[in-house]
């Protein structure tokens, strides 16, 4: 088998998708509660809270939502909400803090899909 110059080689193991999946599963969740601070609102409020607002949003429409960092996904989720899902999915909060790194940006655009998909036609347009 030749590798091909510019390709990576990235072959992910059994575990990792699964936890990518429910890590997914998760965020969706997350971001269809809604409970007292918790839910999409409320991420997108202390987005706006944090001046961050601009970038965010700009998550719900891109096609590949560009990656973040640790320190935004700090300020748009609780401790306890960070802690919950990383003993929910057996790994280290800092391990969690770089998968959502990726997955958040994701989960947003995801989320903001399915809520267009319920409006009515007409207020689609």
């Not at 700009?58 to 640790?70: L, N």
């Not at 969690?96 to 399915?114: F, I, S």
């Amino acid at each position: 088998m030749t590798l091909r110059a510019g390709r990576p080689n990235r072959i992910m193991s059994l575990s990792s998708v699964q936890i990518d999946t429910e890590l997914a599963v998760l965020l969706a969740d997350y971001l269809g509660d809604q409970e007292k601070d918790q839910g999409y609102d409320v991420l997108m409020r202390r987005a706006a809270d944090h001046r961050i607002y601009d970038r965010i949003s700009r998550w719900r429409t891109a096609s590949y939502p560009e990656v973040t960092t640790v320190a935004v996904v700090r300020k748009l989720l609780p401790v306890a909400d960070r802690t919950h899902m990383a003993k929910t999915l057996g790994m280290s909060l800092g391990d969690l803090e770089n998968q959502l790194t990726l997955a958040l940006p994701k989960g947003v655009r995801d989320h903001t899909r399915t809520l267009s998909c319920r409006l009515p036609r007409w207020q689609r347009l």
